[in-house]
């Protein structure tokens, strides 16, 4: 209980608790410092007994309307202005701020199911948002009530939830910008101060958001209804016009007001004065201004739209100000020229228009001159069909802007926002609340249809036999309303569109006519003496579903024919002004068809909007008003009693009510209870709806209580649940007594639940992530080859990554490596640049690392290579044996040797056979290599001194012998011939001899056979030929045979 209310003498009780663990403590301190968490526990079965139920199909007593507002009045006083009925939200105006919409409740509230959260709009708005995405169902939240009740508060809060709490990219929160910014450009121009509300708006509104399949909303539109156009002309006393002309006054700059013609002063416009209360302590013009000058800028309107935009606003409340008489008989327009340029139309003509009428009589036109009052009505007309026009230019404008520009993706998902007036019962009812009850009564319609129809589904769905519900269904108002031919509205028309005397009190005699015997309908000619008395006689009673209410026919026919002389309009068709000019079309002229009267145009887009929402998944949010003085804290049970009744909440409790009252899923109701069963506490291991009829078995449930689906269990009462709950809580005490219990269970369970919460948040998190990365991917792979786009950047980045990171773990080892992998597409030239520089690299650090001593046997090993690389068949297998400096010691040369060579410094020596050039004897001897001269030593000797610069050049065969023949000049007396040798190291010899003497192009390797000089002209020659081991002997033609075996394969 430290807990529950964080006063200092409980948190003085949390410090001394030393023994809990810190993450205890920090379960417990997040406890204390936050109310969510509080609300979290805070069931609708735990919480009863102090705040009421927070659904009311948890009233035991459901067809009560007194505990039905008794228990919205024990909530209320607790700030507890949410309750349920199932999964309709009641909501009553708290008429001040209770901090309950921040961004920590939003968190609160996102991906949390419904009733484990006490009731709220965020439960509503998320739950609708993951049925969509879940579901792929489109939604709509349908919200209503009476004027000041909240809905237009209700539905800001819900855009504002999908505004922080949706996926955002870059192009979404410009989108998010717009939707947000809709409202004040809306409300400016649609909304009004009225004795109800301060900000009452004037007009229906449906606007779906469009979701991406991303959850992000990229877009949205509107549907606007029935906008109040009279108010423009008209104000009732402590009501206003609508706000922007205010707005436009009060905050407008200097020069604007200049270009404009206006003054600051309201009460030089008699439009705006009406209501005798220009100003209002609640509402700030001029800062409001500033609002919805800036709105408009993020919207996307350019400054010339504003500007021309503002030029209407202007004008129409300017007539006024230059409409006056000057006698009796006859009436005369003195209008400004600013007001023809604000509508940019001419002035002369605008003024004949405004005071005359055009006639056909016997095929001629003529122009009629216009009294004073249809001079007033025409010019009343033409302002607020103006003002009517243009405001739909304004939602078509912003509709524009909401637009969702990817051609490629259609597939959005929807959720639509309807706040729209709720039933309205005046002491004088005319044309303007007929319309809004009747759309009530389709709204109600739909309710009843999609209600049942959610609650048969989900019986069939659980496998329960659904037992039907007896409701009133209110088609049969509808009918009598919408009909044709025999409906209210065809009635009406018929009067308005038929020549003769047709008046307002003919329409109600022929209403009387028709439909006089309808069981809904009554007028005081048809009432009984009792109601005849509450009735006037120009009023028809309709007994709607949510109750009776009384119509007055007066201004009937011309509210629905919303006339606007032609030669008004034929003035407006050729305004110059932009928007006037796409607002009256000049086809309407030609057009020989009537338009369609307001009552028709309105039936026409409820049934558009009834195809719309039955097209969806709906929930609903009643709004109620507590007060008529706008004051929090007061509970006006009279009036909330009429409100309850006009919603039809009583209707909607017994609907929901009509089967059983609660249901949850198997595992909820399993883990919530499952510690009043020995067997199913603390773990039920076997299959959840056997756990679920063990433990209601064990408690004692009949039959008749309660139904076991599929997936969920039906408990019909409140009271067995109730039961169960007390049980519960009985429990709990139970086994809190038990010290082992408290520590280790309660506790144990609540942190387990915690951090469950925690590591399940965290996996949805990652799961979204990977889903978002997988989408990329395949659009990316999609859009592979094409140039770099934002469809293909994310993939391309990663293909560059992934090649890089690979390069990166398989980099050639050496230089010999010559591994390299695959690059893509779009990385081949860097790919090549990259295998440059590592090389390079390689070979750079390779030749830091290397010591003199090696870099001369590479040197070597690389002339080798120059002379012999794929000439000498056992060149390969010399390459890894190193060369060495020199193949005899010092005792292995004879010193007198040494001793003649003198100064002579000695590069090599290595022993060899020489072979005579007559017989080819063989017989061994050292060859030595100086800086000048090659030698052949025998023993003591020094047989043969060859200098470099008389040798010409030396042969070598191409096998694997190591014979070779060192070509000395024929005609050098010194010299006895050339000489033939044989090195066991022949590759080592000849390079040294390369080397020293400076030969390396004179390295001859031949194939088959070497011809040499033996002297004195002569030839000798040896024959090479490959076999299966060295021989070398003299044949039988007295050449050198050699046969040398294959190394190497080539
Ligand atoms: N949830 C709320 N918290 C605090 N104040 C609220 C709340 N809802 C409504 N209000 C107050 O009530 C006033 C009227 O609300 P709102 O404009 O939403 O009514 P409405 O139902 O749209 O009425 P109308 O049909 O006239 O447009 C608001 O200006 C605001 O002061
Ligand atoms: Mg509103």
């Not at 309908?521 to 949510?546: C, I």
């Not at 390299?820 to 790919?831: C, D, G, M, N």
């Amino acid at each position: 209980y430290c807990c529950q209310g964080g006063k200092p003498s409980e948190v003085v009780l949390l410090r001394s608790f030393t023994y809990i663990t810190p993450l205890l403590l920090l379960v417990l301190l997040q406890v204390v410092a936050s109310d969510g968490v509080r609300a979290m526990m805070e069931s609708a079965l735990t919480a009863r007994d102090r705040v009421g139920v927070q659904d009311f199909v948890l009233l035991e007593n459901h067809t009560s309307e007194a505990a039905f507002i008794e228990n919205l009045r024990k909530r209320f006083k607790e700030n507890l202005i949410y309750t349920y009925i199932g999964s309709v939200l009641v909501s009553v105006n708290p008429y001040k701020d209770l901090e309950i919409y921040t961004k920590n409740h939003m968190e609160r509230y996102r991906g949390v199911n419904f009733y484990e959260v006490s009731p709220h709009l965020y439960a509503v708005s998320d739950n609708s948002y993951r049925s969509m995405r879940t579901e792929r169902k489109d939604q709509c939240i349908l919200i209503s009530g009476e004027s000041g009740a909240g809905k237009t508060e209700a539905s800001k809060k819900i855009l504002q939830y999908y505004a922080v709490t949706c996926p955002a990219s870059e192009h979404v929160q410009t989108i998010k910008d717009r939707l947000l910014q809709s409202n004040p450009v809306l409300e400016a121009f649609g909304n009004a101060k009225t004795l109800r509300n301060d900000n009452s708006s004037r007009f229906g509104k449906y606007m779906d958001i469009q979701f991406d399949f991303k959850g992000a909303p990229v877009g949205g539109h509107i549907i606007n209804y029935l906008l109040e156009k009279s108010r423009v002309v008209h104000q009732n006393h402590g009501e206003r016009n609508f706000h922007i002309f205010y707005q436009l006054i009060e905050g407008g700059e200097e020069d604007l007001l200049r270009r404009l013609g206006l003054e600051r002063n309201p009460q030089q416009y008699q439009y705006l004065v009406k209501g005798n209360c220009p100003k209002v302590s609640s509402i700030n013009d001029r800062s409001d201004w500033k609002v919805v000058r800036k709105a408009l800028t993020v919207i996307g309107f350019s400054e010339d739209e504003v500007e021309v935009r503002t030029n209407i606003a202007a004008a129409c409340m300017t007539p006024t100000f230059h409409f006056f008489v000057r006698d009796e008989t006859r009436i005369h327009v003195d209008v400004l020229v600013v007001l023809f340029q604000l509508l940019g139309v001419n002035g002369t003509v605008l003024t004949e228009a405004l005071t005359h009428k055009k006639i056909i009589a016997k095929g001629e036109e003529l122009m009629s001159p216009l009294n004073l009052e249809q001079a007033s009505s025409a010019r009343d007309a033409l302002s607020k069909a103006v003002y009517g026009r243009t405001f739909t230019w304004l939602v078509n404008k912003i509709n524009a802007s909401l637009a969702y520009t990817d051609d490629s993706y259609k597939n959005w998902s929807v959720i639509g926002l309807l706040d729209i007036y709720g039933f309205e019962v005046f002491q004088n009812n005319s044309f303007e609340q007929f319309c809004i009850n009747y759309c009530n009564e389709k709204l109600q319609q739909l309710f009843i249809e999609l209600t049942l129809k959610s609650e048969q589904e989900e019986y069939e769905a659980e496998g329960i036999t659904w037992e039907p519900v007896q409701y009133f269904n209110n088609k049969i108002i509808c009918d009598l309303v919408e009909e044709k031919f025999k409906g209210i509205i065809s009635i009406l028309d018929e009067e308005c569109l038929r020549p003769g005397d047709a008046s307002d009190i003919t329409f109600l005699e022929k209403l009387e006519d028709t439909v006089g015997g309808h069981p809904h309908f009554v007028t005081h000619k048809l009432a009984d003496g009792k109601t005849r008395k509450v009735m006037g006689r120009d009023e028809f009673r309709l007994l709607h579903y949510a109750g009776e209410v009384n119509y007055n026919v007066n201004g009937f026919l011309d509210k629905n024919n919303d006339l606007l002389f032609r030669n008004l309009k034929e003035v407006m068709c050729m305004s110059e002004n932009k928007i006037l000019n796409q607002c009256f079309d000049r086809e309407e002229l030609t057009d020989k068809k009537r338009p369609d009267t307001a009552a028709t145009q309105f039936k026409a887009s409820l049934a558009k909007l009834m195809e719309i929402l039955m097209s969806k998944e709906p929930s609903y949010i009643r709004c109620i008003k507590p007060n008529d003085s706008k004051q929090a804290g007061r509970f006006d049970e009279v009036l909330i009693r009429h409100q309850v009744k006009y919603l039809g909440l009583m209707e909607n409790l017994r609907v929901r009510r009509a089967g059983f009252a609660y249901r949850r899923r198997y595992e909820v109701f399993l883990q919530r209870y499952k510690s009043l069963c020995p067997d199913t506490w603390p773990n039920w291991r076997g299959k959840l709806a056997d756990g679920v009829a063990t433990l209601v078995k064990h408690l004692g449930y009949k039959p008749e209580e309660y139904k076991l689906g599929r997936s969920k269990i039906f408990i019909r009462f409140p009271k067995t649940l109730f039961a169960t709950e007390d049980a519960l809580e009985t429990r709990k005490h139970s086994l809190g007594e038990s010290p082992q219990h408290v520590l280790l269970s309660l506790p144990t369970i609540g942190i387990q639940a915690w951090w469950r919460g925690i590591l399940a948040r965290r996996r949805a998190q990652r799961r979204r992530q990977a889903a978002d990365t997988i989408r990329r991917f395949i659009k990316g792979f999609i859009y592979r080859h094409q140039e770099r786009c934002p469809e293909n950047e994310y993939f391309l980045d990663y293909v560059r990554y992934s090649f890089l990171m690979k390069l990166r773990r398989n980099l050639p080892k050496n230089v010999l490596d010559k591994s390299w992998p695959t690059p893509p597409a779009a990385l081949t030239e860097a790919s090549e640049h990259l295998r440059k520089m590592c090389m390079q690299n390689m070979v750079w650090t390779y030749c830091k690392r290397i010591s003199p001593e090696w870099k001369h046997q590479m040197e070597q090993k690389m002339i080798a290579s120059e002379i012999f690389k794929d000439k000498k068949d056992n060149y390969p297998q010399s390459v890894p044996k190193l060369f060495v400096s020199t193949r005899l010691n010092g005792e292995e040369i004879n010193p007198k040797v040494l001793q003649a060579l003198g100064t002579e410094k000695m590069k090599y020596a290595v022993p060899v056979t020489k072979y005579d050039r007559k017989g080819y004897k063989a017989r061994p001897r050292q060859l030595l290599l100086t800086a000048n001269c090659a030698i052949i030593v025998e023993e003591a000797k020094l047989k043969q001194r060859i200098d470099y610069k008389a040798l010409k050049g030396v042969s070598v065969s191409s096998l694997s012998d190591g014979l070779f023949v060192l070509h000395v000049p024929s005609d050098d007396n010194k010299q006895k011939g050339d000489v033939v040798l044989q090195s066991d190291h022949v590759i080592e010899t000849l390079t040294k001899v390369a080397i020293c003497a400076d030969k390396i192009n004179n390295i001859n390797i031949n194939q088959g056979s070497i011809t040499f000089t033996v002297g004195q002209g002569k030839e000798g020659i040896i024959d090479f030929t490959p076999g299966s081991e060295l021989l070398v002997a003299k044949a039988k033609n007295g050449h050198l045979s050699v046969t040398a075996p294959r190394l190497n394969s080539r």
